[in-house]
């Protein structure tokens, strides 16, 4: 029977990627969901390898399986990283992705125009069930576009423009993001790993 890896993350787009991104022979991939756990992991950390580990240590706890989480996130250099860790709580509690991303697009626009350089980050925990832990870092630089553009991805991605396509993360399909993404190449380290790791 197939052994599980537990992708700890109660964010659905992240899902969605890691389902496309991660196949590994004999390990059956599972969302939290599909176990049936609703808890929240604490994420107050001050890093991204700090809140990947907290999530991934808690939910490796709560599973009984190998766990990875994701910790990621978008940072503008002229706003000294912000919003950085913070992404996915930018402004205040009211706002959705949508207004997230508004926000950040207004707090850019009033900047110097050259002021634009962006990155996403990601980090990747992986936590064993004897407790062994393991992370990998994926980031993909850009620019904050002028207005948002595009229908896929999720949160940032439709202000994120990324020079080397001459369009935003948005508009790219699912296969390019991933071929590019933080995320993408995140996972590239962590397939590595796991395939040391699990033989
Ligand atoms: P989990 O903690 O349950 O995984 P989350 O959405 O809260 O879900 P984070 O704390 O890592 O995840 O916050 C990441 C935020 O950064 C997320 O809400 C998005 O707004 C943004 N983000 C991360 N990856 C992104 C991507 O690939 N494209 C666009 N925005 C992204």
């Known amino acids: 029977m197939d052994q599980i890896i537990v992708i700890a993350t109660g964010n659905e787009h992240k899902r969605a990627e890691y389902a ?3 196949t590994i ?20 950390g001050t890093t991204f390898i700090e809140n990947a580990l ?22 503008v250099a002229a706003l000294d990283g912000a919003p950085g860790v913070y992404s996915a709580r930018y402004g205040t509690p009211d706002l ?7 926000l950040l697009l207004d707090t850019v626009n009033r900047l110097n125009p050259v002021d634009r350089a962006a990155a996403f980050s990601c980090v990747i925990a992986l936590v064993l ?8 870092v994926g980031r993909c630089d ?13 949160g940032y991605d439709p202000i994120f423009w990324v020079s080397a396509r001459g ?7 699912a296969e390019e993001k991933n071929a590019i993404s933080h995320r ?16």
């Open 54 to 75: 907290q999530k991934a240590r808690y939910y490796a706890q709560q599973s009984g399986h190998i766990t990875i989480a994701d910790d990621s996130g978008i940072s």
């Open 20 to 22: 496309a991104l991660l």
């Open 184 to 199: 993408g190449r995140a996972v590239q380290q962590l397939k590595i790993l796991l395939s040391e790791l699990l033989g």
């Open 167 to 173: 369009c935003t993360m948005a508009s790219l399909s």
């Open 96 to 102: 959705d992705d949508r207004g997230r991303r508004l």
């Open 25 to 44: 022979p004999g390990y059956r991939i599972v969302s939290l969901r599909d176990l049936g756990i609703v808890a929240d992991a604490p994420e107050d």
């Open 129 to 136: 069930p004897g407790g062994r832990e393991f992370t990998c």
């Open 142 to 154: 850009g620019f904050i576009a002028h207005t948002e553009e595009g229908a896929g991805g999720f």
